[in-house]
């Protein structure tokens, strides 16, 4: 069975109660999913365990590789406990925080985060409940803040913090993160998105535990690691614009400029970048999206954005697949656009003075002026294909790589069709493997070209030296060759 994508911008998809079964999964891989989200925020090990194997299954099934990503928890502060279970809290009220485990009332609860009240400073603002509550700290210590209701309502147990703008000294990596992380990397993710990245340290501490065994997504939900992005961007292997607690911890006209320059940078970097939560909202309970969403998916189509994110429309929605069908025909949409293209053309990033950027800047001109009908990168790391997909080609770039785990990361990335395949032998050997390859994926037909590159020696990293023009020949002859 040969699965073949038209889109470039990939589609990521979370797994849940309404996607757990192996036919459920095809299903939605076969209508446009490229990665599956596992959210260790929910289920146990059993239930994350046998939706790798279905992935796996299909993948098997399929010949197509399928990306896998792990997010993890990351640290949740939450208020303690309520006597009467909630409370109604009024503008102008005091308020006490503070690390008493005693359930709280209308003047005080728990915190029982002593990080925070160190981090905290007067007029410091603290969010509850997703913002619908803010205290205002008049008053703090090492283990308690005086405040004042800023915006009131209604607070019951457990409810969730925010701290904007302020960097708690707190690891990104719960002690439950590290024993999820262990289980995830022996399982055989391929991605791991890390929760409540504040510093490009945080990515650093991850990568130590998870060496070389996956390769790490930073989630930007803090406005506090705005101030180090591009250093973040840096450190990572991948980028995911969190929006919705991005939207809590700062106003919400400031997220979509956030999400440009996000995107921006890491296209600048030639890092994946997925731009995520509530894309497709409304169609957890709908079979059809709002005209608002339709939007919103197509604005970070356009900007450029690596993959878009689905998160509780297809892990508990009602409407799973139809949502990944949605997503899909938005982004066909976009491509179908002149001024798509043009605008990725115009926002070309700024190439370094090395051969491989060099190969990857020709490979772009060369494949639009003859207008090739694919772009063939042998690949062992995915460093090739990343720098040719950072130039967002309009002809699809097939990855052709011997190695299981970068065929699978490089489904995340823009335009990139990967394919497991040896090392070439020899120029020949790898002109007709990628001919071959085209041909068998549908992007070729007799006497369309396609644009090759390599590295000599064949097989070793970090080469990109080589560029060659196939033109595609009847079966059984010869390809016709050229630089």
């Known amino acids: 069975m040969s699965v073949t ?6 589609i990521v998809a979370t797994l849940g109660p309404s996607s757990s079964t192996e036919a459920q999964i095809e299903e939605l ?20 365990q046998a939706r790798y194997d279905a992935i796996r299954a299909v993948e098997n099934k399929t010949a197509r590789p399928i990306a896998i990503m792990m997010d993890l928890q990351g640290p949740k502060l939450r208020v303690g406990t309520f006597a009467d279970d909630s409370i ?182 030639g890092k994946p970048v997925i731009v995520a939560t509530q894309m497709l909202d409304s169609m957890v309970e709908r079979p059809v999206p709002t005209r608002a969403e339709a939007t919103d998916v197509a604005n970070a189509v356009k900007e450029g954005a690596d993959a878009v994110m689905l998160s509780a429309e297809t892990a508990a929605g009602a409407y799973p697949v139809e949502a990944v069908k949605m997503m899909n025909r938005i982004i066909l949409r976009c491509q179908q656009e002149d001024s798509y293209w043009r605008s990725l053309s115009e926002d070309q990033p700024e190439l370094e003075s090395t051969t491989p ?43 052709l790589t011997p190695r299981d785990d970068t065929a699978r990361r490089m489904a995340l990335v823009w335009g990139v069709h990967s394919t497991r395949a040896p090392d070439a032998r020899s120029m020949e050997d790898m002109i007709e493997t990628a001919v071959h390859q085209a041909r068998i994926d549908g992007f070729v037909e007799t006497n369309d070209r396609i644009v090759i590159t390599a590295g000599l020696p064949f097989g070793t990293p970090g080469k990109t030296n080589i560029l060659r023009i196939a033109r595609i020949q009847p079966k059984n002859q010869l390809h016709e060759t050229s630089l």
């Not at 209508?31 to 059993?46: A, I, K, M, Q, T």
């Not at 008053?139 to 925010?162: F, M, Q």
């Open 5 to 10: 994508r038209e889109h470039r911008t990939k």
């Open 29 to 48: 891989f076969m209508n446009g999913v490229d990665v599956f989200r596992l959210n260790f925020s929910h289920g146990e090990y059993e239930e994350h």
């Open 88 to 269: 109604q809290l009024e503008m102008g009220d005091a308020f006490r925080l503070d690390l008493d485990k005693t359930p709280g009332d209308q003047k005080r609860v728990c915190l029982p985060h002593p990080e925070i009240f160190a981090a905290l400073k007067p007029d410091t603002d603290l969010l509850l409940d997703d913002g619908r509550v803010r205290l205002r700290v008049q008053e703090c210590g090492e283990d308690y803040a005086e405040t004042i209701v800023a915006v009131g309502g209604p607070l019951s147990n457990r409810k969730g913090v925010n701290v904007p703008g302020v960097i708690l000294p707190l690891s990104p990596l719960t002690e439950k993160d590290r024993k999820d992380l262990e289980f995830g990397l022996e399982m055989g993710v391929d991605w791991v998105a890390l929760s409540f990245v504040q510093r490009p340290e945080d990515i650093i501490e991850a990568k130590k535990l998870i060496q070389d065994r996956a390769t790490v997504v930073a989630k930007l939900e803090k406005p506090s690691a705005i101030d180090y992005l591009e250093e973040i961007v840096e450190a990572t292997d991948g980028v995911m614009v969190a929006r919705g607690d991005l939207g809590v911890e700062m106003p919400p006209e400031d997220v979509p400029i956030l999400q440009t320059r996000i995107v921006k940078s890491c296209r600048k970097a």
């Open 357 to 399: 950027d060099a190969i990857s800047a020709a490979v772009y001109q060369v494949a639009g002026t003859i207008d090739a009908k694919a772009i063939a990168t042998y690949t062992n790391s995915g460093s090739t294909t990343l720098r040719v997909s950072r130039q967002r080609p309009k002809a699809p770039i097939i990855c």
